[in-house]
């Protein structure tokens, strides 16, 4: 049985966790404490040097780290990602921009504010996070408006990997009332079967 190393208030461990139960994978969830040093261990930093999760342990202990490449392996074969290349180039179009243009401003804003309490020292940061998060949150909107889907009609590993962030943004201070679109693609997903909820 493949092991999932992450933390269940992690959207990039989410993302993880949300296609193991969509695609009904067995796994053997690994719960992981950041703030108590578990990824800075020795028997974790030699499983992943960067110490950083959400990690994939395969039953030959061979390991994938990063959330959207772990994605990619997991959906291979699946509805959830597209066999044309075209479509399945759309897919990793999302994927870049998850982590280049809308986790960096809206994770990164959860983070202060939730995990770390919003310290004094990061209110700036934090602040600064939330231009970008909204442009983010503006692009997303507009391709919601034209299709279900990011890539189309159907989802994808596209919309698991911008799912995960997007749905917690209120946590970051990034209030979604201003975009409807987003707001019915998150209850298409909500009512997708085989669908779990962030712990």
């Known amino acids: 049985m493949v092991k999932i190393y992450g933390d269940g208030q992690s959207g990039n461990c989410y993302k993880i966790k949300l296609l193991a139960s969509l695609l009904d994978i067995p796994h053997e969830w690994v719960p ?5 040093g578990d990824t800075r261990t020795e028997a974790f930093l030699t499983l992943n040097p960067a110490g950083q999760i959400p990690v994939l342990q395969l039953d030959d202990d061979r390991v994938l780290t990063e959330s959207n490449a772990i994605l990619n392996y997991l959906a291979d074969g699946s509805s959830y990602l597209p066999m044309d290349a075209f479509a399945r180039a759309m897919v990793l179009q999302w994927q870049f921009f998850e982590q280049y243009s809308h986790e960096p401003c809206i994770a990164v804003a959860r983070f202060i504010s ?3 309490g919003m310290p004094e020292e990061r209110r700036a940061e934090y602040a600064a996070k939330q231009e970008g998060g909204h442009r983010a949150l503006r692009v997303m909107e507009r391709q919601l408006e034209q299709t279900p889907f990011l890539c189309g009609a159907a989802m994808t590993i596209a919309d698991i990997s911008l799912y995960a962030y997007t749905h917690v943004a ?13 707001g019915r693609w998150l209850d298409r997903i909500a009512g997708m079967r085989g669908y779990v909820g962030m712990v």
């Open 114 to 116: 939730k995990y770390l």
């Open 170 to 182: 209120h946590e970051g201070g990034f209030e979604l009332a201003g975009y409807p679109a987003i």
């Open 32 to 36: 992981m404490d950041i703030l108590g």
